[in-house]
């Protein structure tokens, strides 16, 4: 006998999901004044700190590699978005700051992000966008357990 899934909702829910996940993924990649989704990402990131935070921080914030944020925050950079510098009380540690070039383009970007996000909720009350976050902070949890 062959087994034939059935479409639960469950499995339509997963399915949301991951279509959502890569949609989104898409419009993170674009450009926005030139820099890479991902490299806006982390500006926006990195502007949310209240004091410069180490490469260490920022990447554990971010969840990604160190050397990948190392990569991502030497282009910005050279591109006058952010300075590097040594911390003064831990040699081995770096500490990353935007520059003013940076928190404008990051207010920009939020500014931009307020209005996609008003866009996707206009239509989702408070409390079904609650459950969602609990739904997928559940699914999250499940996701861990499994790797």
């Known amino acids: 006998m062959q087994y034939v899934p059935t479409d639960s909702t469950q499995r ?3 399915r949301s999901l991951s279509y959502f996940s890569v949609r989104l993924k898409y419009v993170e990649r674009k450009s926005f004044f030139g820099l890479s989704g991902r ?6 990131s990195l502007c ?6 180490s490469l260490g921080e920022l ?10 944020i ?3 925050l030497l282009k910005l950079e050279k591109a006058g978005y952010v300075t590097i510098r040594p911390d003064e009380h831990d ?3 770096l500490l990353v ?3 003013d070039m940076g928190r404008n383009l990051a207010v920009l970007y939020n500014e931009k992000i307020d209005e996609v996000i008003n866009h996707l909720f206009e239509d989702i ?4 966008a609650a459950t969602c976050v609990a739904v997928v902070e559940k699914l999250r949890e499940g996701l861990k357990e499994l790797l």
Do not use: C, M, W, Y
């Not at 949310?48 to 935070?53: L, M, N, R, T, Y």
């Open 70 to 72: 190392k990569q991502i």
């Open 125 to 128: 009350s408070e409390k079904d």
């Open 97 to 99: 700051e935007p520059t």
């Open 48 to 53: 949310s700190f209240d004091e410069p935070p």
């Open 91 to 93: 040699n081995r540690a």
């Open 59 to 68: 990447s554990e914030a971010n969840g990604a590699s160190h050397q990948n």
């Open 12 to 14: 339509q829910l997963l």
């Open 39 to 44: 490299q806006v990402l982390l500006l926006a």
